[in-house]
């Protein structure tokens, strides 16, 4: 069964820090361009960042500079590290395949920015 399980968020002040994983099973991330998403509420899900199997990513330009994609050399996990976090950064994260999403959507796991 394809599956995506996002986790690592959680409640942060502004300015600080978080580390998200996501790990997939029933096939193989290595192969495919994968992405972070987010979807604060009441709003659609949009794009994040994306990385390639040779490791080129690209991010929107509001988390530039905050935030780093990256995925091991080898096996099924991919991660966001998001520094400086702010408020508008709050929102439910996802990760899947990039440009289509291949699997279907996990759980995604909440981040929160708030003092």
């Known amino acids: 069964q394809v599956q995506l399980v996002e986790s690592g968020g959680g409640l942060v002040q502004p300015g600080g820090s978080l580390r998200l994983s996501c790990v997939a099973s029933?096939?193989?991330?290595?192969?495919?361009?994968i992405a972070w998403f987010r979807q604060a509420p009441g709003k659609e899900r949009d794009l994040v960042a994306w990385?390639?199997?040779?490791?080129?990513?690209e991010y929107v330009e509001s988390v530039k500079g905050r935030f780093t994609i990256s995925r091991p050399n080898a096996g099924n996990t991919l991660y966001l590290q998001m520094d400086n976090l702010k408020p508008e950064d709050t929102a439910v994260y996802y990760c899947?395949?990039?440009?289509?999403?291949?699997?279907?959507w996990g759980q995604g796991t909440q981040v929160t920015v708030s003092s």
């Open positions: 029933g096939f193989t991330l290595d192969t495919y361009v």
């Open positions: 899947n395949t990039y440009p289509g999403a291949l699997a279907a």
């Open positions: 990385i390639t199997r040779g490791g080129y990513s």
